[in-house]
Nanobody, 119 residues
Framework: QVQLVESGGGLVQAGDSLRLSCGASVIMNVVAWFRQAPGKEREFLAAITWNNGFTIYADSVKGRFTIDRDKAKNTVYLQMSSLKPEDTAVYFC???????????????WGQGTQVTVSS
């Protein structure tokens, strides 16, 4: 069974940086990050292929967020910089078989970690 555990969320100020981690119990082809703010749809942020490190990003975070993985630790990271209050959301990692942006393409999800950005 695939288990994903996010960590690294918290309360930060606008302009700060934060790194989220996603630990995986089993290696999957693709790991992605999504977020969901109250009353909004779950939004794709970034995804990475485990084997060769190919990445895709949402236009809304391109240049501010970076996804990477550490094979030795079975962990995928989301480095976030220049954070804004509108980045406040619960951040989820997800695993699946294809490098796509749709949440429907991911079969396994973590429990989420809260990120709050104060102005």
């Amino acid at each position: 069974q695939v288990q994903l555990v996010e960590s690294g969320g918290g309360l930060v100020q606008a302009g700060d940086s934060l790194r989220l981690s996603c630990g995986a119990s089993v290696i999957m082809n693709v790991v992605a990050w999504f977020r969901q703010a109250p009353g909004k749809e779950r939004e794709f942020l970034a995804a990475i292929t485990w084997n060769n490190g190919f990445t895709i990003y949402a236009d809304s975070v391109k240049g501010r967020f970076t996804i990477d993985r550490d094979k030795a630790k079975n962990t995928v990271y989301l480095q976030m910089s220049s954070l804004k209050p509108e980045d406040t959301a619960v951040y989820f990692c997800a695993a699946g078989g294809r490098l796509i942006k749709s949440k429907n393409g991911y079969d396994y999800w973590g429990q989420g970690t809260q990120v709050t950005v104060s102005s």
